[in-house]
Nanobody, 126 residues
Framework: QVQLVESGGGLVQTGGSLRLSCAAS????????MAWFRQAPGKERELIAA????????YHADSVKGRFTISRDNYKNLVYLQMNNLKPEDTAVYYC???????????????????WGQGTQVTVSS
C-alpha cells in the first residue's frame, strides 16, 4: 500500500509562485510513475505533469509548459511541482497520484494511476 500526502498549496496573486510537495510512504520502492492532476469545481480532472522512473521520463501539459516543473527527490520519497507565473485559471485542487507499474513514458490517463492523495488547494487571485 502507498500513501500520498500533498502540501504547499495556498493563496497567491497572479504571477506568483508556489511549490507543491507530495510525500509518499509505504511500499514506494516500486512507484515508477507519479503525477500531478488538478480539478476545479464543476470541471474535469486534468493531468498537469508526470514523472516516471527508472525510465526518467517527464510530461508537462501544454497549458503549463514553461511555468510548471515536476521533479523527484528519491532519498526523501518526495515529488514536487514548482509552479511559476500562476494564473487565475490555475485555481484548483491539486492531487498527487502514483502507480507501481513500469512505464517507459509517463501515462497521461488518470486510470493509469492507482494511488491518490487527498489534494491541496491552490487559489490564484486576480
Amino acid at each position: 500500500q502507498v500513501q500520498l500526502v500533498e502540501s504547499g498549496g495556498g493563496l497567491v496573486q497572479t504571477g506568483g509562485s508556489l511549490r507543491l510537495s507530495c510525500a509518499a510512504s509505504g511500499r514506494t520502492f516500486s512507484t515508477y510513475a507519479m503525477a500531478w492532476f488538478r480539478q476545479a469545481p464543476g470541471k474535469e480532472r486534468e493531468l498537469i505533469a508526470a514523472i516516471t522512473w527508472p525510465s526518467h521520463g517527464t510530461y508537462h501539459a501544454d497549458s503549463v509548459k514553461g511555468r510548471f516543473t515536476i521533479s523527484r527527490d528519491n532519498y526523501k520519497n518526495l515529488v514536487y511541482l514548482q509552479m511559476n507565473n500562476l494564473k487565475p485559471e490555475d485555481t484548483a485542487v491539486y492531487y498527487c497520484a502514483a502507480d507501481l507499474t513500469f512505464w517507459n513514458t509517463p501515462p497521461t490517463s488518470g486510470e493509469s494511476y492507482y494511488y491518490w492523495g487527498q489534494g491541496t488547494q491552490v487559489t490564484v487571485s486576480s
